[in-house]
Structures are given as C-alpha cells and as structure tokens.
C-alpha cells in the first residue's frame, strides 16, 4: 500500500536523509540498480518540484540513468539496516545484482517504470527533465578535492570523473506502508 504525500511537506525528512544516505534506484534492459548517494538536492524549477541527484561519469548508474531517464529515490524513515546503504555504496550494479544480494522488496511505481524499495519507505518517483556535465574548472577550489585526478575511476568509492546532475521533476511521492 503507498500513501501519497505532498512532497514538499516532507522536505525535513528527505534533507535529513541525504545527510545519512539514501538509495537512488535505476532500471534499464530489465536489470533494476540501487546506488547509495548522500549528495541531492530538493527543490522547484519550472513550477515543478524536482530531485536533483549527482551522478559520476565512470557509475554503471549512469549508463542506466542515459537508457532510461527516470528513477526513484528511496529514503530511510524509521528503523531500516543501515547495511543497506554500506552495500550498495560499495559495490557495483555492472557486478553485483543488489538487490537480490540484499533481499529487498521491490514496490511496483505509480507512474515511472522503476520500482521503490520497501524497505526504504519514502519513495520519489522521477523522470529526468534536465541534465548537465559538471565543469571541473568551474568548482570553487575547496571543492576541488572531491574529485583527485591521480585515481582509477572504475571501481566505486573512485573520483576522478566528475558528476553529471540529473534534474527529475518528481510525478509521485508516497510513503510505502
């Protein structure tokens, strides 16, 4: 069962999320990818309430994400395995299948063809309206330390690409009871 909410009512729950870690969740050629990201942003743009989320280069979330341009995100609400979020910000989705590694339940979507994740009960559903390549040269110098040149970016937890934001309107928003 899902309870529809007014997501911006819930703005304090997701930014609280995101600072612990939430789940943003991909499906492409029928393989369905969970990837752990603690960098989001929630807000409006074009009279549309949308999730911002940042995605490297290298991530094999990213090759999803270009095949099919919609997600969820599935936050933390209540007591959840915090192994959760460690595992799939571990491992990759080219290698691993998560989600049967972890035995989640997968929740069929409202409108987007990617499912939530039960155990992550605030979901977002998104479909992609905007996305744009960060310019290294343009990140304030403090900054530039998120993304060292001198590593191998092809395994996770690796920066030396940078991230491409991907703006998505979100078209549903439900707990998942």
Not at 13 to 34: F, M, P, R, Y
Not at 91 to 116: F, N
């Amino acid at each position: 069962m899902k309870r529809e909410i007014n997501v911006l009512n819930h703005a304090t729950e997701i930014i609280q999320g995101l600072e612990g870690g939430v789940l943003l969740t991909t499906k492409a050629d029928g393989k369905v990818n969970s990837m752990a990201i603690a960098w989001g942003m929630l807000g409006v743009e074009w009279r549309k309430p949308v999730f911002i989320t940042f995605v490297r280069e290298g991530r094999f979330t990213r090759t999803q994400l270009d095949k099919n341009a919609e997600f969820t995100v599935n936050i933390p609400y209540g007591a959840y395995d915090k192994n959760i979020l460690t595992f799939c910000g571990t491992k990759s989705g080219r290698t691993t299948d998560k989600i049967k590694e972890l035995g989640l339940t997968l929740e069929a979507p409202l409108v987007v063809s990617v499912p939530g994740i039960k155990e992550l009960p605030l979901t977002l559903e998104c479909k992609v309206i905007y996305k744009q390549k960060q310019d290294l040269q343009s990140i304030a110098p403090e900054n530039q330390a998120f993304y060292p040149q001198n590593v191998d970016s092809s395994f996770p937890g690796a920066n030396k690409n940078v991230a491409i934001a991907y703006y998505g309107e979100i078209v549903r928003a439900y707990f998942i009871e």
